[in-house]
């Protein structure tokens, strides 16, 4: 069945420091993935996305990588800040309309 | 301002009682979802709406309802609500309303429901 899941629950980072946030998915048939931050008491916010095609892509502070190989894919935060804590999910989506979140790492930034 | 807009943001309830939480959204996307959050499970689809008039289960149906009788709104219907239904719930809007959906999802503000 399909499932996406997230390696850790709590991730803590020093201030400064990357983060590097995992996800597995199982549906070998999806082409579409995003990554969300969820801050306290807020609905989820995307961050990046990235298609089957692509095994690499950069944002802001953020690359997400994807390794269809091993059907991983993970965000990494470049410099992270006090504002980057959050919960972060993982998302896919396999062509049916239906989007399939993991259950979400907590990014904790130590000051 | 683009936004997806949710109401009520509370709401308690007993048990049976119907109940409806309304979503709009003003970016004139097609698609529209509906996800309960609960601790551990994380965000799970409720029912999604590709476009006007067409609605399809997600992965968590039972006991809800929706209707899609015009693009901005998406209301969530909850005919005899049960404490079990006791969770945040979201509805989120996308531009693509096409079989590959490659656009990312805007989230609403949240409703928290419990029921008694």
């Known amino acids: 069945g399909e499932s996406v899941g997230l390696h850790l629950p709590t991730l803590s980072v020093q201030e400064g420091d990357n983060s590097i946030i995992n996800c597995a998915y199982s549906?070998?048939?999806?082409?579409?993935f995003i990554w969300y931050k969820q801050e306290s008491g807020k609905g989820p916010q995307f961050i990046i996305d990235i298609r089957s095609n692509m095994d690499k892509r950069q944002g802001q502070r953020v690359t997400v990588l994807l390794n269809k190989t091993v059907k991983h894919l993970s965000l990494q935060i470049a410099a992270t800040q006090p504002g980057d804590s959050a919960v972060y999910f993982c998302?896919?989506?396999?062509?049916?309309?239906?989007?399939?979140f993991g259950q979400g790492t907590t990014l904790q930034v130590k000051p | 301002e683009a936004q997806v807009t949710q109401n009520p943001r509370y709401l308690i309830t007993v048990t049976g009682k119907k109940l409806t939480v309304t979503c709009s959204q003003n970016?004139?996307?097609?698609?529209m979802s509906w996800y309960r959050q609960d601790p551990g499970l994380g965000l799970r689809q409720i029912y999604y709406?590709?476009?006007?008039?067409?609605?399809d289960k997600g992965d968590v149906p039972e006991g809800y309802k929706v209707s899609r009788k015009e693009k901005r709104n998406f209301p969530l219907i909850l005919e005899s609500p049960s404490p079990n239904q006791t969770s945040l719930y979201f509805c989120?809007?996308?531009?693509?309303?096409?079989?590959?959906?490659?656009?990312?999802?805007?989230f609403g503000p949240g409703t928290r429901l419990t029921v008694l």
């Open positions: 709406s590709m476009n006007v008039e067409v609605t």
């Open positions: 970016m004139n996307h097609e698609y």
């Open positions: 998302a896919e989506n396999g062509n049916t309309g239906k989007l399939i």
């Open positions: 549906n070998s048939a999806s082409d579409y």
């Open positions: 989120a809007s996308s531009l693509s309303g096409g079989a590959i959906i490659y656009n990312e999802q805007f």
